[in-house]
């Protein structure tokens, strides 16, 4: 039997231990989430904008997410994300020498632009930003924005457009504003977008999972019956 069909067997066993209401759901939400858009947060230490910045890709249906970690880990604030991260795929880069640098080659080798977010005036604004291609956006820290290292390595820049006196947004709404945009205008035009088949399959085995109170049980049963 080969990886798929065991995989779709074990998927239609676990689905047996699952409401049609949660199923329909997951179905509903796979047919929604891309990787054509993802984002990068680099040392954030404040745990209510990396929890909002979750449920922000989760509401815009954008599934993956990398972390890198240097002076700050990575924590998740639940009253906030109300379990986003729960349904991501994050990507995790531990406090090294250059890991910034090694997540954005990792996205370059995935067919990503990368996409450092400055508040200069004199960058491209997110609405001038082709939707044609993988785009991942690049977030700093609270107080001090990306590192050098970050904007050395990223393909360009790009802006929110801001007409008042603050001269910046806080960085979960930075994220919302511009995956709302991409997100908009990529669902609105002819750019293939979704997740393949085999993407979904694999997302749709692992939130049945998630939904299950002891899946590993079920699973280890599913397989001694397979032998």
Not at 21 to 50: C, F, G, M
Not at 125 to 134: E, F, R, S
Request: hydrophobic share 35%; charged share 25%.
């Amino acid at each position: 039997m080969t990886d798929k069909k065991l995989q779709s067997k074990l998927i239609d066993h676990l689905a047996q231990f699952v409401t049609e209401a949660r199923k329909e759901r997951i179905l509903e939400v796979l047919q929604n989430r891309t990787r054509h858009i993802t984002v990068v947060l680099e040392d954030l230490y404040q745990t209510q904008n990396i929890s909002a910045v979750m449920r922000t890709c989760d509401c815009y249906g954008i599934q993956d997410a990398y972390i890198v970690e240097n002076r700050n880990e990575f924590e998740i604030h639940k009253d906030i994300s109300m379990g986003a991260d729960k349904w991501l795929t994050l990507h995790h880069y531990p406090h090294t020498e250059h890991n910034m640098k090694q997540c954005i080659d990792d996205l370059h080798a995935k067919g990503y632009t990368v996409v450092a977010t400055l508040p200069d005036e004199k960058k491209t604004t997110i609405q001038d930003l082709p939707i044609d291609k993988k785009t991942a956006f690049l977030f700093g820290t609270e107080l001090t924005g990306l590192s050098d290292e970050a904007v050395q390595y990223a393909d360009c820049n790009a802006l929110i457009p801001m007409y008042g006196f603050t001269e910046s947004f806080n960085i979960s709404n930075s994220a919302a504003i511009i995956l709302s945009n991409f997100s908009e205008r990529l669902r609105h035009s002819d750019v293939d977008w979704k997740l393949t088949t085999d993407e979904q399959q694999e997302l749709y085995l692992d939130w049945l999972k998630k939904s299950l109170r002891d899946p590993e049980a079920m699973i280890k049963h599913f397989m001694a019956s397979m032998e």
